[in-house]
């Protein structure tokens, strides 16, 4: 079985200069720093309640998996958003399209560039998670959910920044695209969330549509599309010891999670899955999505529609 040639051509392209050292550095760096000055600062307080250990380690533990989101957020896009349009600007996309690998193998090998790097970041986070064992309250399930977490999160970003790559023919331009995509992701969840729940949630009572199975479904389902909610939501299960994959959703705690639960007069019965799994489904099927899209949109510059259209006008 063959290794991708593009797979390997983009590899040592990335790791024979020094950026990716650099941002691997400077990303431990702003880890490293802002651990101690959180730990320092949670230190006094946490000295005085009866598990401080713990709760230290769980506070910890919650720092570094958001700070890596936060890193992962910012870089991974940007690693993806100039892929192919890198190769347009330095004139080598119609030669690396006239190859004969099929457009799926070169699509999928920047791409798998892309997150090879990512998963560079993810394993470099490791050791800081792993200093919350030293305190406790964390578990070795918490631990694996956050990091197959983050390398989701990568697939998506990473997919996100392919697709305006394949689409765009600047890397500023996809760049500030991706980001843009990913800020609206980020932002317009939560706020459509807040508005939908002072419109219809807050009311008592509650429309009757509004305690519907497939309102609630939805309802989960557009939450778990935002990482940071998704998994925040499963750490606070997975604290109190819920673990499985389907639950009842009358046995969530959280209201604005499941608000079934606590506006209808009926015992809700229908089942939900866990904030994490349903995060990891919708975060795989979007990729797919997107990366069909690049490959769909992986032709010579020459046969783009706007293109076509303005040599039929000439």
Request: a positive charge.
């Amino acid at each position: 079985m063959s290794i991708n040639p593009v797979l390997v051509k983009e590899l040592r392209g990335r790791m024979r200069g020094a950026r990716a050292f650099v941002i691997l550095t400077v990303y431990l760096l702003v880890l490293a720093i802002t651990m101690t000055l959180f730990y320092l600062a949670i230190a006094d307080v946490a000295r005085f309640t009866l598990d401080a250990n713990q709760g230290i380690g769980r506070a910890l533990f919650l720092f570094v998996t958001v700070i890596a989101l936060i890193q992962i957020g910012i870089v991974v896009p940007s690693q993806a958003a100039s892929a192919l349009t890198s190769e347009k600007e330095s004139e080598t996309y119609d030669l690396l399209i006239s190859t004969l690998l099929p457009p799926w193998k070169i699509v999928l090998g920047k791409l798998l560039a892309a997150l090879a790097y990512a998963l560079l970041l993810i394993i470099a986070v490791v050791p800081f998670m792993a200093l919350s064992f030293f305190f406790g309250g964390v578990t070795v399930m918490e631990v694996l959910l956050a990091l197959l977490g983050l390398l989701v999160t990568c697939i998506l970003f990473g997919s996100i920044g392919l697709a305006w790559s394949a689409l765009m023919r600047r890397s500023l331009v996809s760049t500030t695209l991706t980001q843009a995509t990913n800020a609206a992701l980020l932002l317009g969840i939560p706020f459509l969330a807040v508005i939908f729940l002072s419109l219809f949630a807050d009311r008592w009572p509650p429309p009757a549509w509004t305690t519907s199975a497939p309102v609630n479904y939805l309802w989960m389902a557009w939450l778990c599309l935002h990482p940071f909610i998704a998994l925040g939501v499963s750490e606070v299960y997975l604290s109190q010891g819920e673990t499985r994959l389907f639950f009842p959703v009358n046995e969530a705690t959280m209201e604005p999670f499941a608000p079934i639960a606590e506006v209808s007069d009926r015992p809700a019965t229908f089942l939900m899955l866990h904030p994490w799994l349903l995060f990891t489904i919708e975060a795989l099927l979007l990729s797919l999505v997107l990366i069909a899209l690049s490959i769909r949109w992986l032709r010579p510059l020459d046969e783009r529609p706007g293109r076509r259209r303005r040599a039929r006008q000439a």
